[in-house]
Each structure stands twice: as structure tokens, then as C-alpha cells.
């Protein structure tokens, strides 16, 4: 049996020792009991004697692998209903194929989303929880049948009269009084509602031998009402109906359990809202709608601002709650005249508000003859939710952004609606709070731009258009500057400084990093050799270089070239690459950066955490550093998840005998809780913004003065 307690267990089986550490402390932190597993052979042990709620099983491990793993647990009858999700790096479709056909309930693809992972498996838990208690129903149902739940009776024309089983007649709530009555007694309990239609069956059953098989309600003594399901067929004797035989059977029960997982299926189980899969059948259903009364058709999707933030400081308990005040609130703020009326054919709700995601919902309005209507709906839902929500003694203010589209015009089925719907949402969130948007082809302005900008940014070096800014790094036993981050910046004639966030991914996406990041290395390795000659302190220079670059054929090649020509030694440059750059294609990365060790350049990983790097090959690595990426370190040291990955790294760093450097330090407070915890360098703006390099030597010089003052 799975165990039973008050904090969920969780066993993980995977043979990378840092996902193992990262995951107990990340989820024990979370409400959850983490047992840990380096082998299969040993996750299955540990499943047979300890029963977890959940398994997180790694695809790729030595011996037993994932599949054979996944295979042997599914053997295991206790397993049916286990969620068990794979975890892997690998993102083919055969794998992801393979591990759904052997029973997988999810596939989580590494690098792990830290900050969802808890509400997944929380969600899968309590999923598996609701199957199994549907199980258990559906057992005790095939039990109440096997036990002659299901009930015969026959008809005689000679007599009109009808012989019941003992059985049917409790189905039918008769007295036993009854077991031969008239055939009237038939329709004694029969519900009003389904009682002409029952007796015109047996009347061309009787009359014309026509078999029939109905679904009836009946009102039981005690006013309860059960659903029956009664069929007949005719006894032919000489072209004449002599005798009918059916059956009767009370299908409460079943009727009970399908409603149910209909709702689970089409029904948002916490606030009870039509889900996508809905939403779809009830916008197929609104188009017709629309055309036939000479309506307009909107939508508005409704997006609530930083609501992850609740989740993560007060929980996902209170979470829920305020997703289902929410709910409440938009329900009222929508009146009655902007529903859509939806056919009963698979029993929809009439409101059209219906919940898209974790914090999105959408509200079909389709009784408007102006679609500028809608505007009144979207000022009525801003009003209903400018008071606070209170919830376990907590005073919560959301903020909702609202986009529109309608349709046609923004799209004739329903993904395209969805999308152009959305995308307006999130349009709105960069205008500001409580801000609305129409849909209009105005907003792929966008794409137009990234394009004229690709197009200028070919131009850029040949231009002399593009500069290097350096943000020092500071050694925190010595206090001094011991090197630099060399950032690049685009100096548009037109356009002005051009944000890195606005044409590095462009240029990644085009090819046209490699000649830029080759202008980066070339540059900055000429520069610090400017300043060594000038007589500066020894300094080292990082380049970042990009994964397209990494793998580019003349990478190592141009490497030499740059030090040959600058007459840079090698020990002062150092390349920062990301975790995900060695990981994809791990040993083809791992001859690169042994040829780059060899000529004595030092190597360090960059945005340390966000990634996923095995354990296992960052012990074989030859890198020297550890770089700490900036989103931790923000919110350091009021955030416990952050200040927990953070010492972690570090603590992982110190065990590899590697440096560990955090960028993005901007108070006093993140500085103190770095040095606490034995980080070796930092930087970021508590010291200096990236500087132009006459900045930088004017920088290093007042560097030198105060230490000399100090000295």
C-alpha cells in the first residue's frame, strides 16, 4: 500500500549525484520526503520497502537503465496507479515515446524548472489520489454486480401481467408484494419525466416485437433518485408478441463515476471552471451562434500578474483559495447577457468563464452587437478586483492585464483565437497594471523590428559600431580588482545604445555571433594587452562565448591566432560558457575544452544553476570556475529557496576545488551573505557597472590609490 502520512514521499533514482542533493533539498524544502536512489536496482528495493507517493525516475543510468526500470516497476501490481515521471536530458520523440509506452506518467526534461517542479508533483499526487478512490469505486461496483445487482423480469400477454425478480424489484423499490403485479407496477417509481417515452417503448415492443434498451430515472420511497437502465426483447409465437424478457439494472453508481471523470476531463478541479479542452468545443459552438443572431464574438483573456509570487512566500494552499475567490469575482463581474448559450448535448455550464492555465482564464462573451461592449465587461472585472483578498489572515491585492481578440478577425479557429488572444494578455502586462489590449496585426510590429534589426546588425562591426564595456570583479579576501567581464554594447548611429537582451539573441539566432564573438575575444584581448604595457596591475579578461561559436570549426584556431597577434599570455584570458553549451554533445565539448586548457587559458561555467550539468562530467570538466548566475543572487538573503541554492553551488565548488565568482551584486547585504558563505570573487553594480575602457582605467586607477591609502 502507498504510504501514508503527512508529507508526500518521494523517491528519486538517478545515478547524478548533484540532481539527487539538488532535488532533496529543493523539495524537502517544499513539504515533501525525499529518499534517493543511485541505481535502479536500488530504487526498486527501496520502492518495495518504503511505498512512495511518487517516483522521479532518470532515463540515462549504467547497468538498468530508465526503460528497464520503468518497465520492471510497472510489473509490480502496486504500481498501477503510481505517478512515475521520467527525468532525462534526452528530448527525442522515440525516447519520450518509449517511456509514455511503458507506463510513464510525465516526462520532466532536464534542465529541471526548479520553481514549478513542487506543484507538478504536488498535482500529480493529488491525481493519483482522485484515480485511485475512482478505482475503488469502480471495484465496489463490479463487486455490487457480480452479487446479482442486476435484476430480470418477463412479460405474458395471456395475463398482462409482469414476474419480477427479487432483485429488479429491489431496483425498482417495489414491496415483494409485487413480484407478480399488473404491468402497470412497471411504471410505479418511474420518474414523471421518463415515463411516456418508457411506455411508448413497451407499447412497439408488445405491439410490434421492437427490442429496446432505455436509461430511466426512478423516485425511490425515500425521495432519492437512482438511474436505471431497463431493455426488453419480444417473444414471437405464430407473427405475434407472446411473451417480453429484459432486464433492470441500477447504474447509479456507474452514472456517478462517469460524471466524474467527464468532469475531470473537461472541468477545472479547483474552481469547478470548463478547462482548454471545453473552452475549444464551446468556441466551435459560439461561432454558429454568432452567425445565426447577427452577434459579435469576443474573448477575454484575463491574466493575473506575479501570481506565482503568492504561491512561492504564503503557499500553494493559499494559492488555491485566492484562484478560487478570483473566480468567484469574475463570474460576478460578467452578467448573465454576456454568456454564451451552449447546448446540454454534453451537459455544458452556461457561464462562458473558463480557466486556461495556472493563473489565465478567458471569458467568451458572445451577446454583444459592438464589440467596443466588451470594454464595459473588461472595466466590471477591473472593479471587482481593486478590493483585497483576504485569505488565512492575509491581505492580497492582484493585479489583472486583459487581452481581447475577436472573432474572425483574429482568427477563424480556435488555436489561432487562443494565441492572438494571448498574445494581446501579455502586450497588456507591459503597459502596466489593470491594462487592457485589443488583438491588431499592430503588435507584429515586433517581428518586423527584430528583423530591420538583424539586417543593420550584419553591419555593425565593419561599421565600428559595436564597443566593449568591462564590469570589474572584486576578490573578496583581498578587496581588490583582480579582472573583468568584457560585456559588448551596439552603438547605433540611429538607433542609440542598442540593449545586449535585444540583438544577442538575435545575432545567436542568425549565425552572426561568430563574427561578433570573434570581435569580442580579438578586442578585449587587445585591449588588456594596451593596458599590461601601460603598466597595469595583472588582470584577467572573461569572454563569453556562445554555444554556436563553441562549435564553430575554426573556434580553436582563431583562439591562437588572437593570442599570437595580440601578445596576450594565455593564463590572463578566461572563456565563460554555459551550462547548457558543454552539455549538448557532451564528449565532443569535452576534447574542445582540453585543447583550450591545454594552451593554458582557464575555463569557467556561466550562469551556474540554471542549466543542467551531470555531476559526473563536471568532475572531468577541466574548468576552473563556477559562475553564480545573477538570478539567485538577487534576491539573496530574503529568499530561502535562493539562499539555499546558493550556498549549495558554493559548497558544491569548494568540493571540486574550483572558484566560484556571483555576478550581479547590488547591496551590502548580498555581499555580506557571499562572503559568510566563502565565495571567492564578485560583481556587479555594489561595485561598478560595465565602463567604457577609459572608465575602466580611470576605475583601476582610484582602485589602486585606495589601496595604496589603505596599504
Avoid at 407473427?239 to 433492470?248: S, Y
Wanted: net charge negative; with cysteine.
Amino acid at each position: 500500500m502507498a504510504r501514508q502520512g503527512s508529507r508526500p514521499l518521494i523517491l528519486t533514482i538517478d545515478d547524478d549525484d548533484m540532481t539527487c542533493l539538488m532535488l532533496k533539498e529543493i523539495l524537502s524544502c517544499e513539504g515533501f520526503d525525499v529518499l534517493t536512489a543511485t541505481d535502479a536496482q536500488t530504487g526498486l528495493d527501496m520502492f518495495l520497502e518504503h511505498h512512495p507517493n511518487l517516483i522521479l525516475l532518470d532515463v540515462m543510468m549504467p547497468d538498468m537503465d530508465g526503460f528497464t526500470c520503468l518497465e520492471s516497476l510497472r510489473a509490480i501490481p502496486e504500481t498501477r496507479l503510481l505517478p512515475i515521471v521520467m527525468l532525462t536530458g534526452i528530448d527525442d520523440v522515440k525516447s519520450i515515446h518509449r517511456c509514455f509506452g511503458l507506463g510513464a506518467t510525465d516526462f520532466i526534461a532536464k534542465p529541471i524548472n526548479w520553481p514549478t517542479l513542487p506543484y507538478r508533483l504536488n498535482y500529480m499526487i493529488r491525481a493519483s489520489g482522485a484515480l485511485k478512490e475512482l478505482d475503488h469505486n469502480e471495484a465496489v461496483l463490479r463487486n455490487a454486480q457480480k452479487i446479482a445487482h442486476l435484476g430480470n423480469w418477463d412479460w405474458e400477454r395471456c395475463t398482462d401481467y409482469i414476474t419480477w425478480s427479487e432483485e429488479a424489484l429491489k431496483v425498482l423499490d417495489l414491496a415483494p408484494k409485487y413480484s407478480y403485479s399488473p404491468r402497470l407496477s412497471l411504471f410505479k417509481t418511474v420518474h414523471p419525466a421518463n415515463l411516456q417515452r418508457l411506455q411508448q417503448a413497451l407499447e412497439l415492443c408488445m405491439k410490434q416485437g421492437h427490442a429496446f434498451s432505455l436509461e430511466i430515472r426512478l423516485v425511490h420511497a425515500d425521495k432519492t433518485v437512482h438511474v436505471a437502465h431497463i431493455q426488453g426483447e419480444a417473444e414471437m409465437q405464430q407473427e405475434r408478441v407472446e411473451k417480453i424478457h429484459g432486464t433492470v439494472q441500477d447504474i447509479t453508481e456507474r452514472r456517478r463515476i462517469e460524471d466524474q471523470v467527464h468532469h475531470l476531463s473537461y472541468y477545472d478541479p479547483l474552481t469547478s471552471l470548463p478547462n482548454r479542452t471545453l473552452f475549444k468545443t464551446i468556441f466551435n459552438q459560439s461561432i454558429g451562434h454568432c452567425a445565426r443572431n447577427g452577434l459579435c464574438l469576443a474573448g477575454l483573456f484575463v491574466g493575473i500578474d506575479r501570481f506565482k509570487r503568492i504561491n512561492e512566500t504564503l503557499g500553494a494552499t493559499v494559492g488555491d483559495r485566492v484562484l478560487q475567490l478570483f473566480t468567484e469575482r469574475l463570474a460576478h463581474a460578467v452578467r448573465n447577457s454576456d454568456y454564451i448559450a451552449v447546448t446540454r448535448n454534453l451537459e455544458k455550464p452556461a457561464t462562458t468563464v473558463s480557466r486556461l492555465g495556472d493563473s489565465e482564464f478567458i471569458v467568451m462573451l458572445n451577446s454583444i452587437r459592438d464589440t467596443r461592449d466588451s470594454i464595459k465587461v473588461v472595466k466590471r472585472i477591473f472593479k471587482e478586483m481593486e478590493s483585497a483578498f483576504e485569505v488565512e489572515g492575509n491581505e492580497i491585492h492582484l493585479v489583472a492585464n486583459i487581452g481581447i481578440a475577436v472573432y474572425p478577425e483574429d482568427g477563424e479557429d480556435v488555436d489561432t483565437f487562443i494565441k492572438n488572444g494571448e498574445f494581446a494578455m501579455n502586450h497588456a502586462r507591459e503597459q502596466g497594471q489593470n491594462s487592457h489590449r485589443f488583438f491588431s496585426k499592430d503588435l507584429h510590429i515586433a517581428a518586423f523590428h527584430k528583423l530591420s534589426l538583424e539586417n543593420r546588425l550584419r553591419h555593425a562591426i565593419e561599421r565600428n559600431e559595436l564597443v566593449l564595456h568591462y564590469q570589474p570583479k572584486v576578490n573578496l579576501q583581498s578587496n581588490k580588482t583582480i579582472g573583468m567581464e568584457a560585456l559588448v554594447r551596439w552603438q547605433h548611429p540611429e538607433l542609440g545604445l542598442v540593449p545586449p537582451d535585444q540583438f544577442i539573441p538575435i545575432a545567436e539566432e542568425s549565425g552572426l555571433i561568430v563574427p561578433i564573438g570573434a570581435w569580442v575575444l580579438d578586442t578585449a584581448c587587445r585591449q588588456l594587452r594596451t593596458w599590461q604595457l601601460a603598466g597595469m596591475p595583472p588582470l584577467t579578461v572573461a569572454v563569453n562565448v556562445s554555444a554556436v561559436q563553441f562549435r564553430h570549426k575554426d573556434f580553436l584556431l582563431h583562439i591562437r591566432e588572437v593570442l599570437d597577434s595580440t601578445g596576450l599570455a594565455s593564463p590572463y584570458l578566461k572563456l565563460e560558457l554555459t551550462e547548457s553549451t558543454l552539455m549538448m554533445g557532451v564528449h565532443e565539448a569535452m576534447a574542445i575544452l582540453q585543447e583550450i586548457r591545454t594552451l593554458g587559458i582557464r575555463i569557467s561555467i556561466d550562469d551556474f544553476g540554471t542549466g543542467y550539468s551531470s555531476l559526473s562530467y563536471l568532475k572531468k570538466l577541466p574548468i576552473s570556475e563556477l559562475k553564480i548566475d545573477q538570478s539567485f543572487v538577487r534576491d539573496i538573503p530574503h529568499d530561502e529557496d535562493d539562499n539555499m541554492i546558493t550556498s549549495a553551488i558554493i559548497a558544491l565548488a569548494k568540493s571540486l576545488s574550483l572558484e566560484v565568482v556571483a555576478e550581479g551584486v547590488e547591496n551590502q547585504q548580498q555581499l555580506d551573505f557571499l562572503r559568510q558563505h566563502d565565495c571567492d570573487t564578485v560583481q556587479g553594480y555594489f561595485f561598478s557597472r560595465p565602463l567604457a575602457p577609459e572608465q575602466f582605467s580611470q576605475f583601476m586607477f582610484k582602485d589602486i590609490n585606495n589601496q595604496e591609502g589603505v596599504t
